[in-house]
């Protein structure tokens, strides 16, 4: 058997194809379920479930090349978050007596990846004492909720989780890879996503390899996924498991996330400032309600200027940020902003009626791409970092008879061009060029841009440490010059 | 551990981590040679190696590393 790459089935996930798979899976980790919650992870968006990748692949395989030996060896990796949204396919690179490779394509790259291997049939299952996964404790796990785990009890962590649900459900999902492979591994393998997005690392965690066995028995209870940590190291945040259920054993690895950033506390940035530095200062600010934007509001309000954030998805962001500020003795008002919707529609005359605006509107900035340039990718950023920075600025000038002084947050990316970020370097320099013009061509407008350096927000975070510098620190001088 | 057996037993394990086997290691190879060799795949690599070599990197060792030449030295200093 030879075949060269083919792509055997194509498919856009949807919401109910998340909830689908959640409900049989057990897996409900927000980063699947939650659009906002999702955005203050790395991908920015709901993200389809690696395993649910991987069954795909592995159902349309069996589709389209019926009567393949046993699948004794399931490898799967997965190195591309693929979004709800996004459309995929599974590709067949390589088949032949020993096994195939199928691949997921995804924005012209490989996003997860299958490796099968095939044997004449499933040998009996290794004795328990080979696999070093005990019989839990206490009963199974049937999680409604992530587990948010701290990283330092994760060593420790083993014991049984239930499957979801019945493996009938496996069959409706997975026909032909149920009928080849058996609705309990199918069902088993599932449950290793809910291992991972609910128990273990939990909350915050990313699925990252699986490699299983099939073999005849073995299971330690019927219908559990039992596990036990074989080693969490802390200088990456990743985590290896064994695996064991009726008819797989195997390692799970994944890494452990950092939670979204937190932006530090009122107290905190009140303690840089003089009493009521910015006390005169009506301020209008574009994404307050978390990153940069969360700092510069308290900074303001600290200094005992009055803020509007304004908040696109994340509603529960800006009131948690305006709760903290009026908790703190600030002023501190809140409404929806949508930088690529008319100005007028949205913001009244009063609101726009501010002496500093400060504009953080953005969408998510890191995303795989495939090539050296992207039209596309380049007109969405520049819709958010030129057009809707000039048709705010003309509108908020308009309403503001005391003049206005604008910040535009540029990047250091306009300079160092990392890999990958064509497209937003050169919406940020473009920003930057109408920001000189606005300020040159329109009397009473004053729009100052800096070339900010990587700060410690969500679309910065990484499971790895890097040296990202806290906002405070650069965003406090600014606010100064903006009333100069 | 000779260079060359540090080699082949790296590809092995390269051929492995990405799923294909035509990659060709060399002393000079880096992660802009490779598709798919992002900070994930680092830590898998790091992690493979320091399972099959038997060997442990220290964070500031890992965070030297630029080639494949500097991780085969590194492999050839600690292992057995």
Redesign the interface.
């Known amino acids: 058997m030879n075949a060269a790459s083919a792509i055997l089935a194509t498919r856009v996930f949807s919401a109910r194809d998340q909830a689908q798979f959640a409900a049989f899976s057990g897996d409900w980790n927000p980063i699947h379920m939650d659009p906002v919650a999702a955005r203050r992870t790395h991908p920015g968006s709901q993200v389809v479930h690696g395993v649910h990748l991987l069954l795909w692949m592995m159902e349309a395989v069996s589709v389209h090349r019926p009567g393949l030996p046993p699948f004794v060896t399931v490898t799967g990796?997965f190195?591309q978050f693929v979004c709800v949204g996004d459309t995929v396919s599974v590709l067949l690179r390589r088949l032949d007596a020993a096994g195939f490779?199928a691949e997921i394509a995804a924005h012209g790259?490989?996003a997860a990846?299958a490796?099968v291997k095939f044997g004449q049939s499933y040998l009996p299952c290794p004795p328990l004492d080979a696999v070093p996964v005990q019989a839990p404790p206490c009963a199974p796990l049937r999680l409604t909720e992530a587990v948010p785990l701290a990283f330092e009890d994760i060593s420790r962590q083993q014991g049984g989780l239930a499957l979801a649900s019945p493996p009938d459900l496996a069959t409706a999902l997975f026909p032909r890879l149920c009928q080849h492979w058996s609705a309990a591994r199918v069902a088993a393998l599932a449950c290793t996503s809910a291992l991972v997005g609910m128990a273990c690392p939990g909350l915050h965690s990313?699925y990252?390899?699986v490699a299983v066995t099939a073999c005849a028995g073995g299971g330690l209870e019927d219908g559990v996924l039992s596990f036990a940590v074989k080693r969490a190291?802390p200088?990456?945040r990743?985590v290896?498991m064994y695996v064991r259920a009726q008819g797989l054993t195997g390692t799970v690895?994944a890494?452990a996330r950092m939670p979204p950033v937190s932006q530090l506390r009122m107290a905190e940035v009140a303690c840089h400032l003089a009493e009521a530095e910015f006390a005169t200062v009506r301020s209008l600010i574009i994404g307050g309600s978390r990153g940069l934007g969360e700092v510069t509001a308290k900074i303001v309000a600290a200094g005992g200027g009055q803020v509007f954030i304004t908040y696109n998805r994340g509603l529960e962001d800006a009131l948690r940020v305006q709760s903290e500020i009026r908790a703190a003795g600030g002023l501190c008002e809140i409404g929806h902003y949508d930088a690529l919707a008319p100005v007028g529609v949205q913001l009244d005359a009063r609101t726009l009626n501010v002496t500093q605006l400060y504009y953080f509107a953005t969408p998510h900035i890191s995303r795989p791409k495939h090539g050296q340039y992207d039209a596309e990718r380049f007109a969405e950023f520049a819709e958010f970092y030129v057009n809707g920075l000039y048709r705010l600025c003309i509108a908020a000038r308009e309403a503001s008879p005391e003049g206005l002084a604008v910040f535009y947050p540029s990047s250091e990316f306009v300079d160092e061009r990392p890999?990958g970020m064509t497209e937003y370097a050169m919406a940020k320099a473009a920003g930057e060029v109408l920001c000189a013009q606005l300020s040159r061509d329109v009397p009473g407008l004053r729009v100052i841009s800096s070339r900010l350096p990587r700060l410690s927000t969500d679309q910065t975070a990484?499971f790895?440490s890097s040296d990202i510098a806290e906002p405070l620190e650069t965003l406090l001088p600014l606010v100064r010059s903006l009333g100069r | 551990m000779t260079e060359s057996e540090v080699y082949e037993r790296l590809t092995e394990l390269f051929h492995d981590v990405f799923?294909r086997d035509d990659i060709v290691l060399k002393p000079d190879l880096t992660a802009?040679d490779v598709?798919?060799w992002?900070?994930?795949?680092q830590?898998?690599i790091?992690?493979c190696v320091e399972e099959r070599f038997d060997v442990k990197l220290t964070?500031k060792e890992?965070d030297s590393l630029r080639k494949v030449g500097d991780l085969a030295g590194l492999i050839m200093k600690k292992a057995v």
């Open positions: 990796a190195e490779i790259s490989r990846v490796s990313i990252s390899k190291d200088r990456f990743s290896q690895s890494m890999s990484s790895l | 799923f802009a598709t798919g992002d900070s994930m795949k830590v898998e790091i992690l964070t890992v």
